[in-house]
């Protein structure tokens, strides 16, 4: 599957952004995805991830209670809704997905076979 993530921006802390991927699967429903982030000089980490067949989503300790993940089945789309963000959530943000099948750890990137080219998001103070 094709991931395109998109919605980055400069936003002042304690902003919000909406982050979009927008997925070429016909069945989008079938996949799990999940958003990472890479800040200048880290190693990428997860965010948060979800099965779009359903489930509960899971966040980061960083991001639970600021950062919501949600699906549009329909659209073949995932967003990540930000709030209240902070100038440690500066970074590329880059979307994953694989087809939903095995058992798998959702915050490891080696989960995911198809990435986005990646969004950045610069939270200012």
């Known amino acids: 599957v094709q991931l395109q993530a998109f919605g980055g921006g400069l936003v002042q802390a304690g902003g919000s952004l909406r982050l979009s991927c927008a997925a070429s699967?016909?069945?989008?429903?079938?996949?799990?995805a999940a958003w990472f982030r890479q800040a200048p000089g880290k190693e990428r980490e997860f965010v948060a991830a979800i099965r779009l067949s359903g489930g509960n989503p899971e966040y980061a300790d960083s991001v639970k209670g600021r950062f919501v993940i949600s699906k549009d089945n329909a659209k073949n789309t995932m967003y990540l809704q930000m709030n209240n963000l902070k100038p440690e959530d500066t970074a590329v943000y880059y979307c994953a997905a694989q087809a939903d099948v095995g058992i798998y750890f959702y915050a490891r990137a080696e989960s995911y076979d198809s990435w986005g080219q990646g969004t950045l998001v610069t939270v200012s103070s």
């Open positions: 699967a016909r069945t989008f429903s079938n996949y799990r």
